[in-house]
């Protein structure tokens, strides 16, 4: 959770940039059983828990990695007995900020020598500024489709992007499950 008043040159920044749509197909990876679509507030990289959102993928390795990394909390073997499964989601949505420019992201206090790449007891570090990003988007956000709905982000973990979806600002139907691709065996990955 964000504490005092929120950074006025962020706000400023944020606001100067203008949001597209994203019609296309994401991936995700969730516990065997939990509903893919299902939304979440859990102060993560870019949500300091006071509002719901959906991570997801634009590839199927950025998200298998992302998961194997939370999985793996630093050490060298996934634990096997909890099954995850890979999910492919199709999306439709107006109001996406594009914040995949790291030069854009260094300006607002993220550091590109050290973005995803600190130990797993370390990323709290690194989250105290990807959340400040994601709680003022998520603040200047409505169901306009001038206005944020979501944000487009680098992935820590592959060499690609995530596309964090704002629940208070889509409607159920933007969001579609396609796929179920089955349980991941993480030794093959």
């Not at 990807?130 to 973990?157: M, T, Y």
């Amino acid at each position: 959770m964000i504490e005092g008043p929120r950074d006025h040159t962020l706000i400023d920044a944020l606001e100067g940039l203008t949001t597209q749509a994203y019609e296309g197909r994401v991936w995700r990876v969730t516990r065997d059983g939990r509903d893919p679509t299902l939304f979440f507030a859990g102060g993560n990289r870019w949500d300091d828990g006071t509002f719901e959102v959906l991570y997801t993928s634009l590839s199927r390795e950025g998200a298998l990695a992302e998961m194997r990394y939370h999985l793996a909390r630093g050490q060298p073997i996934v634990p096997s007995k909890i099954k995850y499964r890979l999910h492919e989601l199709q999306v439709s949505i107006e109001g996406v900020l594009d914040l995949t420019d790291k030069s854009f992201l260094a300006g607002l206090g993220i550091d590109p020598a050290t973005y995803g790449r600190l130990p797993y007891f370390k990323r709290a570090g690194e989250y105290e500024a990807c959340q400040k990003i994601g709680e003022a988007a998520h603040f200047l956000g409505s169901e306009d489709a001038f206005d944020p709905s979501a944000i487009l982000v680098p992935n820590a973990r592959h060499d690609g992007d995530n596309l964090v979806i704002f629940r208070d600002y889509v409607s159920f139907e933007a969001i579609e499950h396609v796929k179920d691709h089955g349980v991941i065996d993480w030794s093959k990955i």
